[in-house]
């Protein structure tokens, strides 16, 4: 990889996380510390708006924003490919966003990309048992709550198909056995429950923080689940 190459892959990291060690940054483009202290200084010579926090890395400065100008064909394809991935393992709110995402990536895409990328499209097929559908819309409203740490009330259908309402605070959500499920404190039974989403009948933002302080590592409550990782 060229010099050119590797700083645009600088950007493109720094601009994907809010702090990007140099250790990071060091270990994916195979590079020594020094170097990366060289390439980030050039960044910063030509405009980019690089910082360093101690502790935490190199951030770019709230409000800069370099807009992709091109991808690669590979780089489109595998965006195809995971559209219709999307469309099968996620639910009506995640495809709305996705699709967004796709037609603003098309738009700075060339005109034979453009064209390649719309007979691809026709050509990929994904296949799979049913898995209880995915007509339901909470994916996003999920993610909002767990990256915000606010609580979830919702309306539960069990297996025994008992409705009962919860006041939750999601901690993750997991795919497993072909659905989605949403790991949560609950305050009904004082415990965490696993929620699979196609069950929730009806979810709303509680507008509140997480009441609960020391919240299970998702990773560790996996370990609980009835599949192996």
């Not at 219709?84 to 709305?96: G, Y």
């Not at 994916?139 to 259908?157: D, G, K, P, R, V």
Request: glycine share 4%; charged share 25%.
């Amino acid at each position: 990889m060229n010099r050119i190459d590797r700083l645009m892959g600088i950007l493109t990291m720094l601009q994907s996380k809010r702090y990007m060690p140099a250790e990071r940054i060091a270990e994916k483009f195979s590079i020594s510390i020094r170097t990366v202290y060289r390439d980030v200084k050039a960044l910063a010579e030509i405009g980019v708006p690089v910082s360093f926090e101690t502790g935490r890395g190199y951030f770019i400065v709230q409000g800069y924003f370099l807009p992709p100008v091109s991808f690669t064909n590979e780089e489109a394809n595998a965006l195809i490919l995971m559209e219709r991935i999307a469309a099968r393992f996620s639910d009506q709110s995640i495809q709305k966003h996705y699709e967004t995402a796709l037609n603003k990536v098309r738009s700075v895409l060339r005109g034979s990309q453009k064209e390649k990328l719309e007979q691809l499209q026709s050509q990929i097929k994904i296949v799979t048992c049913a898995f209880g559908g995915n007509n339901f819309a909470y994916l996003s409203e999920i993610q909002h709550a767990i990256a915000t740490q606010t609580m979830l009330n919702i309306e539960y259908q069990n297996l025994r198909d008992e409705v009962s309402s919860r006041a939750t605070e999601p901690i993750g959500l997991v795919f497993y056995a072909f659905n989605w499920h949403m790991i949560a404190w609950c305050w009904w039974r004082n415990d965490y429950r696993d929620f699979r989403v196609s069950r929730i009948l009806k979810l709303s933002s509680a507008g509140t923080a997480f009441r609960k302080k020391d919240h299970t590592d998702l990773n560790e409550y996996m370990k609980l689940l009835p599949v192996n990782y």
